[in-house]
């Protein structure tokens, strides 16, 4: 058998894809370390000067404490809102005879509009077709008295059996009113935590009785508590049978506030326009005339909260960038110092080989990193107040992701921002100049 000769074999030469894929990794490893070496010396310098440093952020730092805290109020007085005070109850709005009212105008032309009464309310608890259930109630405010004691401003409501369920009260202890005592316009009344904080503190409620004026009612049950909104307790009521409280105290002038609740979320505004419907040809109001009556659902309520709460975040927007400028300006200002003070390490950087695009890197992420730092100690700043003010005053305050996130990409982008004219002034020195700088 011949001897096999490799003189003629040759090497292959490499495939193009694998030629570009090598060569865009070495871009990306060329590129990382020049950032990651521009990124320690942005520290050393920062380090160098940390009184200069803390000094000069002290705007973003304002800035940043500032946006942080005012979103985290907002943020949590719109869970507070929605919780406390725009919860009507699972998919529930209320036909009204006033609704929102914002102004002087709305509030006399409000005052024109007809009753809602009792026969509405009928009309729409046996016509409606998107409706789960339709309540109804009427109330004063009237002082409730049980032996010696008396307890002021008292909401004493009459309702409908199927109140407690539309408005989501739990009963504690006892019972709610029932259909039968409706019918028969028993004298009893279910009562909130506060009554039987104030009157019957050591002994079961249930059976006693309380007084408004000349009529005495027995207490049949007690409801679990709802807490207060906005410093208000809502656990001030009393609620007896509607027959009841209109044998007893309805007058010319009351009206019924008619509670409607929808199948569920999506049919909300369906049955709200059914309703409309009804209330309107019942009135036999013409197609081009507005409603005399209101519609309110916790939309409504909230749309009103938003508004204002927006006048607060755009008065905390303006304070905020008036901050973030002046922090600005003032970053600017210590950057081209900086520069100054650096003259012959950029000369010395330069005859070493580094282009301007280095030096106009290192003076921007050096730009940015200030800024940036200064957000850190602003967000950590918020993050303290929000927590003082929370264990000190137990104030609604919620801090949203998205404030931490605007808050760090704003003072950044501010850094970038007044960073680049120092910068580009850094990268334009003649090394030669440089180098002979006394600096």
């Given amino acids: 058998m011949g001897s096999v000769s490799f003189d003629n074999l040759t090497t292959s030469a490499p495939l193009p894809g694998a030629t570009a894929v090598s060569s865009r990794r070495e871009r990306y490893k060329h590129a990382w370390i020049t950032f990651s070496e521009t990124l320690k010396l942005s ?16 705007g973003v730092i304002l800035a940043v404490t500032t946006l942080v805290v005012v979103m985290s109020v907002i943020s949590g007085l719109n869970l507070y809102v929605a919780d406390r005070v725009a919860n009507l109850g699972a998919n529930v709005f209320i036909v009204d005879r006033f609704g929102i009212i914002t102004s002087q105008d709305q ?29 109804a109630e009427e109330d004063h405010n009237l002082a409730v008295k049980s032996g010696d004691q008396v307890m002021e401003n008292v909401m004493m409501m009459g309702a409908t059996p199927n109140f407690a369920d539309v408005r989501n009260l739990n009963v504690a202890e006892g019972r709610f009113i029932t259909p039968a005592d409706e019918d028969h316009r028993t004298e009893v009344v279910f009562i909130g935590p506060d009554l039987v904080k104030k009157f019957f503190p050591n002994v079961d409620p249930i059976g006693k009785t309380v007084r408004v004026q000349t009529h005495t009612y027995e207490v049949i049950g007690v409801a679990e508590p709802l807490g207060s909104a906005f410093g208000q307790s809502q656990d001030n009521y ?21 509670f409607v609740q929808a199948p569920s979320a999506e049919l909300i505004e369906a049955s709200k326009d059914e309703a409309r419907m009804l209330m309107r040809a019942w009135r036999h109001l013409k197609n081009d005339a507005p409603d005399n009556f209101a519609i309110l659902g916790s939309d409504s309520i909230m749309e009103l909260w938003h508004q204002l709460t927006g006048n607060l975040a755009f008065v905390a927007m303006a304070l905020v960038s008036v901050f973030l400028v002046v922090g600005g300006i003032v970053i600017m200002n210590i950057m081209l110092a900086s520069v100054t003070e650096r003259t012959r390490e950029i000369g010395l950087r330069r005859s070493l080989g580094a282009r301007k695009q280095h030096i106009l890197l290192q003076f921007l992420t050096e730009s940015a990193v200030l800024a940036a730092t200064g957000g850190v100690i602003g967000l950590v700043s918020a ?33 970038l921002f007044f960073g680049i004219f120092p910068a580009m002034r850094a990268a334009k020195l003649d090394p030669i100049e440089a180098l002979r700088s006394e600096n």
Wanted: charged share 20%; with cysteine.
């Fill in 107 to 135: 509030w006399v032309k409000a005052q024109k509009r007809p009753l809602l009464t009792l026969e509405e309310f009928e009309r729409l608890r046996d016509n409606m077709k998107l409706a789960t259930a339709v309540a």
């Fill in 238 to 258: 009393m609620i007896m049978p509607l027959s009841t409280w209109r044998k007893g105290w309805h007058s010319n002038n009351d009206w019924v506030a008619i």
């Fill in 383 to 415: 993050y303290a107040v929000v927590f003082l003010v929370k264990a000190i005053f137990s104030f609604p305050m919620e801090t949203p992701l998205i404030a931490v996130l605007l808050s760090l990409c704003l003072s950044t982008a501010v850094g």
């Fill in 43 to 58: 520290l050393d310098a920062l380090r160098a000067h940390k009184l200069r440093s803390f000094l000069t952020l002290l």
